[in-house]
């Protein structure tokens, strides 16, 4: 068993309920970043002198200027940091250190480390209520522009009954990313880049709603709002949330697949 927690980022697989907005972008590394790894057993010169495991205290962290994130499994605890960012367009070159450090050679510090990784294990189980989103909160579907996949173009066409090509002209700004995974980003209702999503329904903060949500890019629905700094913070998480009507497109009659979108 090798299970990991992660300390200073937080890492879950479930997926997180009540995010209904999109998130900012799912940006993807261009390739698996270069990782330098300092490995302590083979770099410190007490541990290779004596063979015995280097303890966390005697670590010079001087280097270590900004610490990303800090994983611990049973084994090791590995702290990345000075994390560098390369910005393309849509895709993003992240380079950063790591450390790796190996104590279960230490009974006493993986008895310490076991508890840790207990009360995380525990504490993950309140993440849901934490992490979701205020109910009709939508600043994210405004200022953010989802990139959309063929895929994600195809399942709204299937959800509007309308060809693949009038979905791509009427609500996608085409440009395709450089690595050919997206054709574009879903069009705002003004050119302004405040201006919301033109799926986005709901008259104000706090009544918003996706028109398409069960459509909604993979974008969208991949996000998860840990650390959001735009949440509308005016709003309750309490209560029942009622949606209005689903986004039709305009100057239609029945959809050619013969269902209403839902
Ligand atoms: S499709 Fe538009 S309205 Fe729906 S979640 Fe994404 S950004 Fe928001
Ligand atoms: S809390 Fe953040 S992520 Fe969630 S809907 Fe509001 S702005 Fe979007």
């Known amino acids: 068993m090798n299970k990991k927690v992660l300390v200073a980022g937080v890492k879950t697989d479930d997926p997180q309920p009540g995010a209904q907005g999109p998130q900012p972008h799912d940006v993807r590394p261009i390739q698996s970043a270069p990782i330098t790894t300092i490995d302590l057993i083979n770099l410190r010169e007490f541990t290779r002198d004596t063979k015995q495991p280097t303890h966390p205290e005697m670590l010079d962290t001087a280097p270590m200027e900004h610490v990303n994130e800090i994983e611990i499994t049973e084994e090791h605890i590995t ?20 450390w790796s450090y190996k104590y279960n050679e230490d009974e006493e510090f993986v008895r310490a480390v076991a508890k840790v990784i ?10 849901p209520e934490n992490l979701a989103c205020p109910p009709g909160c939508a600043e994210c579907c405004s200022g953010y522009e989802p990139f959309v996949s063929k895929a994600d173009v195809q399942r709204i066409a299937d959800h509007f009954g309308m060809p693949y090509s009038e979905v791509l002209s009427e609500y996608v700004v085409q440009r395709k990313s450089a690595d050919g995974h997206y054709v574009g980003y879903l069009k705002k209702v003004t050119p302004a880049i405040e201006s919301q999503c033109v799926f986005l329904k709901g008259s104000k903060s706090g009544k918003f709603y996706c028109g398409i949500y069960s459509a909604r890019p993979g974008d969208c629905r991949e996000f998860t709002p840990i650390g959001c700094e735009d949440v509308d913070t005016a709003l309750s998480r309490k209560g ?3 949606v209005g009507p689903a986004f039709m497109p305009k100057h239609r009659g029945v959809p050619r697949n013969g269902k209403r979108p839902r």
């Open 79 to 98: 702290i990345k940091y000075n994390e560098r960012i390369n910005r393309f367009y849509n895709v993003n070159e992240i380079i950063q250190k790591e």
């Open 118 to 127: 207990d009360l995380s294990r525990k504490h993950l189980k309140d993440l």
């Open 240 to 242: 029942s949330y009622p």
